[in-house]
Every structure is written in C-alpha cells, then in structure tokens.
T-cell receptor, first 111, second 114 residues
C-alpha cells in the first residue's frame, strides 16, 4: 500500500521557535509538495520539489523553507514560527501525471 | 493561470438524497487533468477520480458519478443515495502542463443527516 507519512499529527509551538515538519514517501516519486489548508481557502501550495536538492516556491512561500536531501524525504521548515502560521499542513507526492498521494496532515498551533 | 471554483461552501442533505457538487475550472492549456478528493474528519485527503482533458466520458463508480463537460469547463460530482459516511469536505483540483502542483478549489463541506 502506498504511503506518505508525516512525522506528527499535532504540534504546539511557541512564537519564534524554529519548527520542522517531516514527510516521507515510499513510492519513489520525484515530486513532493507542501500545502497549507485553511478554512474557506482550500489547499495552498507552499513549496515543492521535483528532485533531490531541487526546490521551487509555491504560492505562499514567505516564512517557510524546505529541504530535500533524499528522494523519499521532504521537510518543511518554519524559520521563526508566528501565530499566522497556525494551520493544517499537508504533504503530498506524485509522479508527473498521476494523482497525488497525501499524508495524514499535521495540525500546527503556534502560541 | 489556473483556477478552480467550488461555489458551494456547504451542503446539507438527508440520507438517501442525491447530491451534486459543482466544480468549474480555468486553464489555458489543452492538456490537463482534473481530480476529486474527499477529506473525512480524520483529515487525510482520499483520491476519488482523475480525468484527463481528452476524455470527456462520464464515469460511474458505485454511488459516485462524474460529469465532465469541456464546453462549460465543469467537472461535477454526484453522489446517489447519500449516506452518513459520505459526510466530508470534497475538493476539486486541476493540474496542467504549466504547473506541477495541483490547484485546488476551496472545497465543499457535505453533511449527510441520518
């Protein structure tokens, strides 16, 4: 069974902390994505990666960075967490034209 | 630029009613894919269907059916004889050649009452 696994379901962090969200996929997909989901806004793309060490900004990259050192792992980094980054974060992977497979989501609260 | 519009924010029906979720998309590409995902309360997005731009055949899978019409740029989703387990947020999404990522609509929350 294909799988995308996010390291945490729930996280509570303090303002100003550096936060790491980890995502691992076991399907050998070249493309990996981080989305943010907020009520009424759907899913918005933060960053994506189409190969190891390659990354591209999505629609809302400000305040975030990413790392992809291995094909199966894609990390989202909040350099200095702020309360407006409280959200649900979803990781996904896919090949060029297949459907995307999603992780279970990480609900991050920044206090 | 790509855009997906799901005008229905929330729909409430009683069990066994049929319900249609609307999706309208915009793209300049002639090659693109459309998707529907379901997000139950657990939070994980579950893939339901993929349709490419060259295949306008409607699809039926059990109680689910999809109506793809290029002439109106719509890809609507119908659930027949709805059940409480269908309660979820449903997302329509688009991918074209200009963008690797999916572009999502804002989602439609479906509540099926017993």
């Amino acid at each position: 069974d294909v799988k995308v696994t996010q390291s945490s379901r729930y996280l509570v962090k303090r303002t100003g902390e550096k936060v790491f969200l980890e995502c691992v996929q076991d399907m050998d997909h070249e493309n990996m994505f981080w989305y943010r989901q907020d009520p009424g806004l759907g899913l918005r793309l933060i960053y994506f990666s189409y190969d190891v060490k390659m990354k591209e900004k999505g629609d809302i990259p400000e305040g975030y960075s990413v790392s992809r050192e291995k094909k199966e792992r894609f990390s989202l980094i909040l350099e200095s967490a702020s309360t407006n980054q409280t959200s649900m974060y979803l990781c996904a992977s896919h090949t060029r034209w297949t459907e995307a497979f999603f992780g279970q989501g990480t609900r991050l609260t920044v206090v | 630029a790509q855009k997906v519009t799901q005008a229905q924010t929330e729909i409430s029906v009683v069990e066994k009613e049929d319900v249609t979720l609307d999706c309208v998309y915009e793209t300049r590409d002639t090659t693109y894919y459309l998707f529907w995902y379901k997000q139950p309360p657990s939070g994980e997005l579950v893939f339901l269907i993929r349709r490419n731009s060259f295949d306008e055949q409607n699809e039926i899978s059990g109680r689910y059916s999809w109506n793809f019409q290029k002439s109106t740029s719509s890809f609507n989703f119908t659930i027949t004889a709805s059940q409480v387990v269908d309660s979820a947020v449903y997302f329509c999404a688009l991918r074209d050649t200009g963008r690797r990522a999916l572009t999502f609509g804002s989602g439609t929350r479906l509540q099926v009452q017993p």
